[in-house]
């Protein structure tokens, strides 16, 4: 079945940087399009990043655009999320998902001074 753990998370104050990680199996990593969403205390869910399968082209949220970067590893089945110049409205549940809809467990992200 499919499997998507995220890790990476943590404290940062606002500025700092963190890199989330998501190790998938159970299903062919390469052949699907993936993204990160999160989720803020109290809101839904909100779409972050996309990074297609093939020829790996990136789109973010204009919220996040210029400070994360999407990237993946086919070789490893693992997808990433470099995020830098944190700000305390990025604090949140990060989540890596399937297009079709599959997610992990989530890693949870504060930044707070």
């Known amino acids: 079945q499919v499997q998507l753990v995220e890790s990476g998370g943590g404290l940062v104050q606002p500025g700092g940087s963190l890199r989330l990680s998501c190790t998938a199996s159970g299903f062919t990593f390469s052949r699907n399009t993936m993204n990160w969403v999160r989720q803020a205390p109290g809101k839904g869910l909100e779409w972050v990043s996309q990074?297609?399968?093939?020829?790996?082209?990136?789109n973010y949220a204009d919220s996040v655009k210029g400070r994360f970067t999407i990237s993946r590893d086919d070789a490893k089945n693992t997808l990433y999320l470099q995020m830098n110049n944190l700000r305390p409205e990025d604090t949140g549940t990060y989540y890596c998902?399937?297009?079709?809809?599959?997610r992990g467990q989530g890693t949870q992200v504060t930044v707070s001074s």
């Open positions: 998902q399937k297009t079709s809809g599959e």
């Open positions: 990074i297609t399968l093939g020829d790996a082209a990136t």
